[in-house]
């Protein structure tokens, strides 16, 4: 897979012609794998290219409220696996002066040789947020060119969204959040040194903080699944600020349940959430909180 950088007034990558499939994708939820499942098979009817265009992570600065379900690379990764040859890149203030005439006739067909563009049906785009998909359709076929817009993906009369999803985890709902995004929701990063509480105790620990721009699902306890190297281990999370120790910062601490390998400091490892179990609280002692672990183990266990 190739990701390439866009800016405005550069030469095209390659003359290679492609089929789009547009927006920021954040979480790459089952609606957006429509999306891209459709732009695979254009592409493999016509002998194109299946690409993305997207924003950076740069992007959010327009949406300073909506947190992060995924990190550029992430998406990147869930891309490739749908089958995405090419993921073209740009910086979100670098277009968005562009009028939606603009981004049409000079980004899609100018730069990247978009034969067929996909899109969602709330889909915005150009200066202002001033086309909408009808537009996207109208624009490409003055141009010669195609698109198709795809209609919204509903789950129990919920319309599949990423707010939609950042909502369900405020309220400690994973499996929902796991519904709407085909996957579980998971937070990743490598592993820090913690307080040493865990190992102390007989129990190996995960210490993964959580980024300032990713969504964070209701504070508490959730069983788990570590994902080392390929593997699960089932864990018990802790997601939030650790108060028993005075922490500060939200971090996402795993208890492992079964894991006898080697030390994990400095490992990349991804942590899904799979259950609610309990609101996050302060013990008078740490003692307490060791006793309240022993029982999360036992209801994470089942």
Do not use: W
């Not at 309220?171 to 040194?193: C, I, T, W, Y």
């Not at 864990?235 to 939030?240: E, I, K, M, Q």
Request: hydrophobic fraction near 40%.
């Amino acid at each position: 897979m190739k990701v390439i950088r866009i800016q405005p007034g550069c030469p095209p990558p390659d003359a290679g012609r492609t089929v789009a499939a547009l927006g920021f994708f954040d979480g790459v939820h089952i609606g957006h794998r429509r999306l891209l499942d459709r732009a695979a098979e254009i592409a493999a009817s016509r002998s194109l290219i299946p690409s993305v265009f997207t924003f950076s992570d740069d992007a959010l600065s327009f949406k300073p409220d909506a947190a992060r379900l995924t990190d550029f690379s992430e998406k990147v990764e869930l891309f490739r696996l749908a089958g995405i040859e090419r993921v073209y890149a740009a910086d979100f203030p670098d277009l968005s002066g562009l009028s939606p005439e603009r981004f049409v006739s000079e980004i899609l067909v100018g730069q990247l040789n978009v034969s067929v563009a996909v899109c969602g049906f709330n889909f915005r785009f150009g200066a202002g947020a001033a086309g909408d998909s009808d537009a996207l359709v109208r624009l490409m076929r003055d141009l010669g060119r195609d698109a198709e817009v795809i209609a919204p993906t509903v789950l129990d009369g919920t319309v599949v969204s990423s707010s939609a999803i950042r909502a369900a985890l405020s309220e400690g709902d994973v499996a929902l959040a796991e519904q709407m995004l085909g996957r579980p929701f998971s937070l990743s990063g490598r592993v820090e040194h913690g307080r040493g509480y865990g190992h102390t105790e007989g129990i190996p620990t995960v210490n993964l903080p959580v980024a300032p721009h990713l969504a964070v699902p209701r504070r508490g306890v959730y069983r788990s699944r570590a994902v080392i190297d390929g593997a699960g281990y089932p864990a018990v999370s802790n997601v939030g600020t650790r108060p028993t120790f005075g922490g500060a910062g939200v971090n996402c601490e795993s208890y492992l349940l079964d894991y006898h390998g080697s030390d994990l400091y400095g490992r990349a490892v991804r942590v899904e959430l799979l259950g609610f179990l309990r609101d996050e609280r302060k013990f008078d002692t740490p003692e307490d909180l060791y006793r309240q672990i022993a029982l999360d183990i036992s209801a994470a266990r089942g």
